[in-house]
């Protein structure tokens, strides 16, 4: 049993294992350093997670690694915990030393790497893994073997040295695709190759250079590779390594193969190393991503609602993953969002609100303001408080002002009252004074008499210089006093909208 064939009768192993090297290879990313109780964290998180191996470090790099690995071997995970080496019997020592699991050798076997690093002959290459892998055996652990840069490695000597390492004793031979040079089709045919030589477990190991680490770790289990090497969040040497989430939802949902990941937990795993690493992970990210299950469009949107296979893969959802699903709200926005989420707080406004909020919630959205649930519920709670259009006295039409230190505000205002189009300009202490003043000349005659603004509070509904401001007016005539909202991205709008609205009640037969 040693590889997992898909293609028919599963005649290796029905799990492919996963082999975490976030700690390893991933801290090897430029510019990112876990500290000690970080990776500790880590080792539990990934524990939890449900990962096979986790690759701890590299203890011959330096003391603190070595005490790190340390230190995360007596954590007692259910984990194998594996710790990296060079053919060197100082390297394998430290290991040794930190009492891990499973050891990790590897040597460069290109021709360009061992002409410019170890400057090793590829005779001196195999004997020193043969060494090296006994040496390990003969102390009792389990031994990986990698030959680093394999997939620019000359083919016969490739598989020689692999044939060489399990000669040796390795457990498991690993297939480094250590620039990211591979496609599907040549690490398919090599690690076919090489499944079909030697008689233990493959695993194989992807850099992302071309984008492809994820494709390529999936051609690699399809040829027979029974274990993929993963980072989270595809941290790892330059472009990183294969992604932990992205191959496992893969090798899971489409290939239906299993593994021993408990994935409900992919999306905090991938939310804790975004957090410890501070490299974001894109909103567009497969399955973590803030909008890998979120919709906005109208089309999309309505689907989902009705039935969230219509633009979701199906075969993965967002709580298989941990995730969720968002309706968000922006120009694209349709009608059906906007009546789900109101439903949702036990709104049903009819219809001619609803293309009213439909259309506020656009405006404010192509205004390059993010439109939130609490900016929509404050909209609609102004618009569901209306006064109906058809029964409105006045209706704003146009509004403008001037304001500025040297300036005294001034606003110049259009409406249409009870069908007549009237205009006024005003000035004020500022431009909400200014503007409400050009409202109560527009509507004097028609209100007879003098009212009185009682009341005038603004909030922001969410943060930012772009918030949605709500205001609220108490506006008094004679013994009648009515409230009303306004809420616009512009205070000066909100303001003028909140008090056209008050009048329009007192106004209302
Ligand atoms: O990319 C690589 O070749 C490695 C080896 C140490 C396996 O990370
Ligand atoms: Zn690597």
Do not use: W
Not at 65 to 75: F, G, P, Q, R, S
Request: net charge negative; aromatic share 4%; glycine share 8%.
């Amino acid at each position: 049993m040693k590889g997992v064939d898909i293609h028919g009768n599963n005649a290796g192993n029905e799990i492919v294992e996963v082999f975490d090297t976030t700690l390893r290879d991933g801290e090897q990313t430029p510019g990112i350093s876990f500290t000690n109780e970080q990776k500790r964290t880590i080792a539990r998180q990934l524990d939890k997670l449900g990962v096979d191996i986790i690759e701890a470090g590299y203890p011959i790099s330096s003391r603190d690694e070595m005490e790190m690995v340390k230190l995360i071997c007596d954590e007692g995970l259910s984990a194998k915990i594996c710790g990296l080496a060079r053919v060197l019997t100082q390297d394998i020592d430290a290991c040794i030393d930190c009492d891990v699991d499973l050891i990790h050798i590897f040597v460069p076997s290109s021709k360009i790497q061992r002409d410019h690093t170890t400057k090793m002959s590829e005779e001196s290459v195999k004997e020193q893994t043969y060494a090296m892998t006994k040496y390990v055996k003969d102390h009792g652990f389990l031994c990986m073997f990698s030959a680093m840069d394999a997939t620019r490695t000359r083919q016969d000597f490739l598989v020689d040295l692999f044939k060489t390492a399990e000669e040796a004793g390795a457990d498991i031979l690993n297939v480094p695709d250590t620039v990211g040079v591979s496609e599907p089709f040549s690490i398919f045919t090599l690690v076919d190759e090489i499944y079909h030589a030697v008689n233990v477990p493959i695993s194989i190991h992807c850099h992302n250079d071309f984008g492809l680490a994820v494709a390529n770790s999936l051609a690699a289990v399809k040829a027979g590779a029974s274990e993929v090497q993963v980072a989270v969040n595809g941290l790892g040497e330059r472009a990183g390594n294969a992604d932990l989430v992205e191959t496992v939802m893969s090798l899971n949902a489409i290939y239906k193969l299993k593994t021993n990941i408990k994935t409900e937990y992919l999306f905090e795993t991938a939310k804790l190393i975004e957090r410890f690493s501070g490299v974001q992970i894109p909103i567009t990210k497969p399955i973590v991503g803030e909008n890998a299950f979120s919709h906005e469009s109208g089309i999309h949107a309505h689907g989902v609602i009705e039935k969230s296979d219509t633009f979701e893969p199906g075969i993965m959802t967002p709580e298989m993953v941990g995730h969720r699903r968002r309706i968000v709200l922006g120009k694209h926005t349709g009608r059906h969002s906007i009546e789900k989420k109101l439903s949702e707080i036990g709104m049903s406004p009819p219809k001619e609100q609803l293309d009213e909020i439909l259309e506020r919630v656009k405006a404010l959205s192509v205004s390059g303001k993010k439109v939130t649930d609490d900016d929509l519920f404050t909209i609609a709670e102004v618009v569901t408080g209306e006064v109906a259009r058809h029964e409105r006295v006045v209706t704003l039409k146009e509004l403008s002002v001037m304001t500025g230190n040297n300036l005294i505000p001034t606003a110049s205002l259009k409406a249409v009252v009870r069908g007549k189009e009237c205009t006024s300009a005003q000035m004020g202490v500022g431009p909400v004074d200014a503007a409400l003043k050009a409202v109560q000349e527009i509507i004097g005659d028609e209100i007879g008499g003098d009212i009185e603004l009682k009341d005038f509070r603004i909030e922001a509904i969410t943060g930012g210089s772009n918030a949605l401001a709500e205001v609220i007016v108490g506006v008094k005539k004679g013994d009648r006093v009515v409230t009303a909202r306004g809420a616009r991205d512009d205070i000066v709008m909100a303001s003028v909208e909140a008090y056209i609205n008050a009048l329009n009640r007192l106004l209302q037969r």
